[in-house]
């Protein structure tokens, strides 16, 4: 009998703990459940980005304007280059991506609406060329910033344009050292 009440106490311990684990992933559930929406709900009015570029994006998803969207949302950025890149990149972060035919179509609805925003045609030509770096002997350089990302061909020009001049370093003292070499 007494071992038998030794057992009972033992399987109710197991199961106080179980659902004690069972509440506590519940409400990092739901925790993690309302930061997705907190996300989607910014995502979907277009938080963070400037009027004009709120504009140009609420203009493609009625249909008004044909975009591939904000570069932001295009660019596959290596976590560890996160940083180099948007500070690269500034305010062209959020450009937003249209053909060459809509730039014209993106300009007037600018134009009519408020705010401003820059527009990064997707179907330029340029005379680019992509050289070897010649710095990526120096241990300190990552390399040309363009040359570093995930880029989808229909983005590759406009992003050259916009970090093919851009060293990535590891530090400041390298990027000092490189810029006084320049």
Do not use: M, W
Not at 134 to 154: E, F, K, M, R
Not at 160 to 182: E, I, Q
Request: proline content about 3%; hydrophobic content about 45%; charged content about 25%.
């Amino acid at each position: 009998a007494e071992s038998g009440k030794q057992n009972a106490e033992k399987i109710d311990e197991e199961l106080r703990l179980r659902r004690g684990q069972r509440d506590a992933r519940a409400a990092e559930h739901a925790k993690l459940q309302a930061q997705l929406e907190v996300i989607e709900q910014a995502e979907a009015s277009l938080t963070g980005y400037a009027e004009g570029a709120r504009l140009l994006l609420d203009a493609a998803r009625q249909s008004r304007l044909t975009s591939r969207g904000a570069l932001s949302a295009a660019l596959d950025v290596p976590a560890e280059l996160e940083t180099a890149i948007t500070a690269a990149l500034g305010d062209s972060l959020d450009a937003i991506l249209v053909s060459g035919d809509a730039v014209e179509e993106a300009l007037n609805l600018l134009e009519q609406g408020e705010g401003r925003a820059a527009i990064l045609p997707l179907d330029q030509k340029s005379g680019f060329s992509e050289k070897p770096d010649l710095l990526a002997t120096d241990p300190d350089c990552l390399g040309v910033a363009a040359s570093l990302l995930n880029i989808p061909d229909d983005l590759r020009v406009a992003t050259h344009l916009l970090l093919g001049n851009t060293l990535v370093v590891k530090n400041r003292s390298a990027a000092r050292r490189l810029v006084a070499g320049l």
